[in-house]
T-cell receptor
C-alpha cells in the first residue's frame, strides 16, 4: 500500500542553523501538507501546498519557514534559522484532493533544537 | 476559531470491556477523520466520515458522525491490548487544513 515517507527520522541541530525536512508524498496525490506536534500537545497545521504554491498557512508558518516541491516526488520544509521552540515532531501529509479528502500522514521527523 | 474537544482524555480499561470516545465541537465540519497514533510515529488513518448521521464500522470499531456534523464518536467493542494507543479526531472545516482534537489516550490491560 502506498505511503508517505519522510527523512530524516531524527534531526538534531543548533539554534540558528537551517534545517530541511524531506517528504515523499503518495504518488498520485496533489495536495501536500506539513503539520507539527510539540511534545505532549496537539497536532497543529502549518501549511498546505497545491499546484506549486501555498494554498493556506497558519500563523505559526512565519518568514522563517518555506516549502518547496523541487522535483516531481519530493516536498520539503525549510526552517531558516531554528529556534528552541521549533523542537517538535514534523509530519508531512498528502491527499488526492483538498478539503474533504482524506489526508495520509508520514511517520514524522523528530527535530531537536539545542 | 474551530476547536475539537475529545473526552475522556485518558481511559484505562480491562481487556473485553467496551468504551466510547467522544469528539465535540461548536463548529460544523465538512468531514471528520479518526486517527490512531503510536508514540514517536505519525497518525494512522482509521476512518473518514462525511455525511451527517453516518455510521462506519471497522471490525470492532464503530464510528458515528453527528447529524449536525459538529461531533463524532468512536465505540470499541471488546477492547484488546492491541487497541492501546492515542486516538485523535480531526475535522476538515471547509479549508484544506485539518483541525486536530485534544486526543484520547487508551490503555487496555490484559
Amino acid at each position: 500500500e502506498p505511503e508517505v515517507t519522510q527523512t530524516p527520522s531524527h534531526q538534531v541541530t543548533q539554534m540558528g542553523q537551517e534545517v530541511i525536512l524531506r517528504c515523499v508524498p503518495i504518488s498520485n496525490h496533489l495536495y501536500f501538507y506539513w503539520y507539527r506536534q510539540i511534545l505532549g500537545q496537539k497536532v497543529e497545521f502549518l501549511v498546505s501546498f497545491y499546484n506549486n504554491e501555498i494554498s493556506e498557512k497558519s500563523e505559526i508558518f512565519d518568514d522563517q519557514f518555506s516549502v518547496e516541491r523541487p522535483d516531481g516526488s519530493n516536498f520539503t520544509l525549510k526552517i531558516r534559522s531554528t529556534k528552541l521552540e521549533d523542537s517538535a515532531m514534523y509530519f508531512c501529509a498528502s491527499s488526492v484532493a483538498g478539503a474533504v479528502e482524506t489526508q495520509y500522514f508520514g511517520p514524522g521527523t523528530r527535530l531537536l533544537v539545542l | 476559531t474551530q476547536l475539537l474537544e475529545q473526552s475522556p482524555q485518558f481511559l484505562s480499561i480491562q481487556e473485553g470491556e467496551n468504551l466510547t470516545v467522544y469528539c465535540n465541537s461548536s463548529s460544523v465540519f465538512s468531514s471528520l477523520q479518526w486517527y490512531r497514533q503510536e508514540p514517536g510515529e505519525g497518525p494512522v488513518l482509521l476512518v473518514t466520515v462525511v455525511t451527517g448521521g453516518e455510521v462506519k464500522k471497522l471490525k470492532r470499531l464503530t464510528f458515528q458522525f453527528g447529524d449536525a456534523r459538529k461531533d463524532s464518536s468512536l465505540h470499541i467493542t471488546a477492547a484488546q491490548p492491541g487497541d492501546t494507543g492515542l486516538y485523535l479526531c480531526a475535522g476538515a472545516g471547509g479549508t484544506d487544513k485539518l483541525i486536530f482534537g485534544t486526543g484520547t489516550r487508551l490503555q487496555v490491560f490484559p
